[in-house]
Structures are given as C-alpha cells and as structure tokens.
Nanobody
C-alpha cells in the first residue's frame, strides 16, 4: 500500500507564489522507481493534468497553462515531489493532487492518489 500526503496549499493573492509538497510512504514501496505527477480539480470541472516528472528526474512534463510558471522536482531521499508555483492566477484555484505513476516514465496513468491540498488565488 502507498500513502501520498500533500501539503503547502493556501490562500494567496494573484501574482504570489506557493510550494506544494507530496510525501510518499509505504513499507515495501520503492519510490525512486516511479514517475510522479500533479493534477488539479477546480469546482465543477474535471481533474486535469498539471505536471509530471520521470523516476530519474530526466524528463518533466507540463500542461500548457502552467508552463513557465510551475516547476516540478523530486527528492528521492525524502520521497518527496514538489511543485513550485509562481505568478499564480485566479484560474489556478483548485484542489491539487499528487499521483504515483505506474512506472518509471510518465504515461498519464496514476495508480495512487493523495488526498489533495486546496490552493485558492484571489484577484
């Protein structure tokens, strides 16, 4: 079993920055073998892809809406994936979820989800 716990959300003004973190745990879980991703879901909308990173951090992927503003990174020693967000916009308001990919490269498939952290950006 894998447990993912997100943190770092909050209420900020447009133009501000936030850093989201997601820590993975599991007794027999080899975190460094898996790609990780971030998704978000705004009220009344479907969950959408935000960013992802391969197991060795050699590849990163971003939604067009966040390119140049969000940066995904990982620290395997801490079993952590981080999403740095700058120049936040009201349309970034959503619950942000981290997800464990199904393998070393990012395919879009998520096998485990965190519980989510709320990000609210006021105008």
């Amino acid at each position: 079993q894998v447990l993912l716990v997100e943190s770092g959300g909050g209420l900020v003004q447009a133009g501000a920055s936030l850093r989201l973190s997601c820590v993975a745990s599991g007794r027999t879980f080899r975190y460094s073998w898996y790609a990780m991703g971030w998704f978000r879901q705004a009220p009344g909308k479907e969950r959408e892809f935000v960013a992802a990173i391969s197991d060795d951090a050699s590849r990163t992927y971003y939604a067009d809406s966040v390119k140049g503003r969000f940066t995904i990174s990982r620290d395997d020693a801490k079993r952590m994936v981080t999403l740095e967000m700058i120049s936040l916009k009201p349309e970034d308001t959503a619950v942000y979820y981290c997800g464990l990919g199904s393998g070393s490269t990012w395919t879009g498939r998520v096998d485990y989800w965190g519980q989510g952290t709320q990000v609210t950006v006021s105008s």
